[in-house]
């Protein structure tokens, strides 16, 4: 691969994880349900169920993807809501199997759809993330300032809970 299909990627999985972040207000909460005792509580992830269920949003996806002319395919325009539905759809799926979301098997499998459709992809053509460098920047960093303070949250409560205890 060489270092513009490498930078593509990324940026896709960048953009995925902000799109992540930015659509399901709950996520950030989730990953910090991960203690034992909600854990135990919750039906596990059928990991098998979930790559069944993963694919048939990638068929889905790749059905879309057929209808979108391939010399687009690298115009972020012209996919935009077929990729929105996908990502939706990995979403949904591994909820009803019980499976936290975004999980590393649907990363992996999105990053094995991105390279399917995207690896020709220059940085060049894909000027889709377009939004100002400013923007950018503060779409970056908002989940990851929000992400710092929960991490401080939890601590500062776990530190407090030690000294009521
Ligand atoms: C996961 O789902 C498959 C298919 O529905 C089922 O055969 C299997 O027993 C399940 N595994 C667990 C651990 O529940
Ligand atoms: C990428 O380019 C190669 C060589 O031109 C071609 O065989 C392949 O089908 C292309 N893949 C995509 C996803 O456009
Ligand atoms: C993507 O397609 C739209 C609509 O045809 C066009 O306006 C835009 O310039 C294209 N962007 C790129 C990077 O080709």
């Known amino acids: 691969m060489d270092t ?16 992540t972040w930015m659509m399901s207000g709950t996520s950030a909460s989730d990953t910090f349900n991960l203690e034992p005792t909600i854990t135990w509580q919750r039906r596990l992830c059928n990991e098998s169920r ?25 115009n972020l325009t012209y996919f935009m809501s077929e990729y929105h539905l996908f990502t939706l759809c990995t979403e949904t799926k591994s909820h009803s199997v019980d499976c936290y979301w975004p ?3 649907v990363e992996s499998y999105i990053i094995h759809i991105h390279k399917h ?39 500062w409560c776990s530190k407090r809970s030690d000294l009521l205890a």
């Not at 513009?4 to 994880?17: C, D, H, I, Q, R």
């Open 4 to 19: 513009n299909e490498f930078v593509v990627l990324k940026l896709l999985f960048l953009a995925f994880l902000v799109n």
């Open 50 to 74: 979930l790559r069944w269920e993963v694919e048939v949003c990638g068929e889905d996806f790749k059905k879309d993807m057929a209808h979108v002319d391939p010399e687009q395919w690298c």
């Open 103 to 105: 999980n590393p098997l």
């Open 117 to 155: 459709f995207f690896s020709n992809c220059t940085v060049e053509e894909v000027i889709w993330m377009d939004p100002p460098d400013d923007t950018l920047t503060v779409l970056i960093l908002v989940p990851v300032f929000l992400t710092l303070a929960m991490i401080a949250l939890v601590v």
